[in-house]
């Protein structure tokens, strides 16, 4: 089977609720199975070592589970318009791939949510991007004949899934519906691109 590694930073569980619909839509294709993952917390005090397994949700996510992969789906809360410093401490650690190549050529798409609409959605899924660009990376957008993405008046980009937390952490079904056609979009490319 092919694998789609959603990797995710989420501190009040909106984040993690994209990656649930998005793992929804890839595993909406036969033949690709979601593997969702966490990071953990960096400390701005100190450098602590996480447990190996956090208390709750998702395992953590390990190289191998990147070099592995067959597409990938990377998200993150908005803070000041950039990705959580978690999910950069990660990305950082990913030099070794980028020198054996193991992420080039597989497709990659990005999601997030942020507090208001103005948030800076569009430059943290933008953020999000250039590491993914750096590894060679194939990045999926959603398509601009994608009602949900024209009807939304909470998240959603053509960069990738957004939502907007605001009071009310539920995801809407235009978010719920741009999360599933990026975890499909995902699935669907992954296969194609497999060697036969």
Same mark, same amino acid.
């Given at each position: 089977?092919?694998?789609? =590694?959603?990797? &995710? &930073? ?10 649930? $619909?998005? +793992? ?13 993952? @966490? ?15 956090? #208390? ?5 996510? @390990? *190289? $191998? #589970? ?5 597409? *990938?789906?990377?998200? /993150?809360?908005?803070?000041?318009? %950039? ?7 990660? *990305? ?8 054996? +190549? ?10 997030? /949510? ?17 590491? =993914? ?8 957008? *959603?398509?601009? %004949? !994608?009602?949900? =993405? ?5 998240? +959603?980009?053509? &960069? ?6 605001? @009071? #009310? ?5 235009? !978010? ?5 056609? =990026?975890? !499909? ?10 060697? $036969?």
């Amino acid at each position: 089977m092919a694998k789609i =590694l959603i990797v &995710y &930073y989420s501190r009040d569980g909106s984040t993690m609720r994209m990656a649930q $619909q998005i +793992g929804r839509g890839v595993e909406s294709v036969a033949g690709v199975e979601a593997v969702l993952r @966490t990071v953990p917390e960096v400390s701005a005090v100190c450098e602590k070592i996480a447990d190996s397994i956090p #208390d709750v949700g998702a395992p953590y996510a @390990t *190289l $191998q #589970d990147l070099e592995t992969c067959d597409g *990938l789906a990377l998200g /993150s809360p908005t803070h000041f318009g %950039n990705m959580a410093a978690s999910l950069k401490h990660f *990305l950082d650690g990913t030099t070794a791939l980028w020198f054996s +190549g193991a992420l080039s050529g597989k497709p990659a798409g990005v999601f997030t /949510s942020s507090g208001s609409i103005h948030g800076g959605q569009e430059t943290t899924l933008l953020s999000m991007m250039l590491p =993914l660009m750096h590894h060679g990376m194939l990045l999926m957008s *959603l398509p601009c %004949n !994608e009602m949900a =993405l024209r009807e939304t008046v909470s998240g +959603g980009t053509p &960069y990738g899934p957004s939502h907007v937390a605001d @009071t #009310d952490a539920e995801l809407t079904e235009h !978010e719920k519906r741009l999360c599933w056609v =990026l975890g !499909e979009r995902l699935a669907k490319t992954a296969l194609a691109l497999r060697p $036969q």
